[in-house]
């Protein structure tokens, strides 16, 4: 039976970086081509990323359920299965899930030198409340 | 209701480059952080690509469904839901759904300078079907 689910949930996200239960499942690693890695990141209903940024940015394709991408000093937007969200290069943001819905996105991130991301503060529970009413 | 489609069909593919029924969704554009473009490619049964090569490579991800990825000279491979498929630079190869099962899979390719694939002869019906058995 087909379950809807492509890909393994994977391995659990760190609390440095992760508000409530987030998952990996790397899809590609960096090569000589390929000069960014890839991965299904599942997050249940209240989990979200920390405020973080990419030197060379990041494109979310998302797979499954509901979410919120937010850019600092801007309001939140929902994204829902089949969005796209190309994000830009040292932009403060977050993405996760809704408060009562799961989401899953492919995220493909790029390489600047040898870095992906920098990882910052927690989104706290009352800036994720704001954007869930 | 969630019918399990992520991406809508899109486009038709040109038969010059595609036997049978295949289309195109584009998702993410080349641009001064993404050194490469994405889309989804749907592929009816019995569709797929010409032989062909990248001169810096090409990343599938299989979204749905059952087909073929071949490299000119070694076996095909039966590639399924969930499979990833990392294709070296100018490596001659075609993929493709299986004769009765469609395939849908994200195609990440980069650029080396402004080329990303180069086209070469169809996939013979004699050279697809001996797959299929």
């Known amino acids: 039976m087909d379950t ?10 760190p609390s440095e970086w992760f508000s409530g239960n987030a998952f990996l499942t790397p899809l590609v690693a960096r090569d000589k081509n390929n000069e960014f890695s890839a991965g299904s990141v599942s997050f249940e209903p209240k989990a979200r990323t920390n405020w973080h940024t990419h030197p060379k940015g990041q494109v979310l ?5 509901n979410g919120f991408y937010q850019e600092k000093d801007k309001p ?5 299965k089949g969005d796209v969200i190309i994000i830009p290069e040292n932009t403060e943001h977050w993405h996760g899930a809704t408060a009562v819905n799961k989401m899953v996105h492919i995220a493909i991130t790029n390489y600047k030198d040898d870095v992906q991301v920098t990882w910052l503060e927690p989104v706290t529970d009352e800036e994720y409340e704001s ?3």
Not at 61 to 65: L, R
Not at 76 to 80: G, P, V
């Open 4 to 13: 809807g689910q492509i890909f393994l949930k994977g391995q659990p996200l």
């Open 61 to 65: 394709i998302v797979m499954e359920g």
């Open 76 to 80: 939140a937007q929902r994204i829902k």
């Open 131 to 133: 954007v869930n009413i």
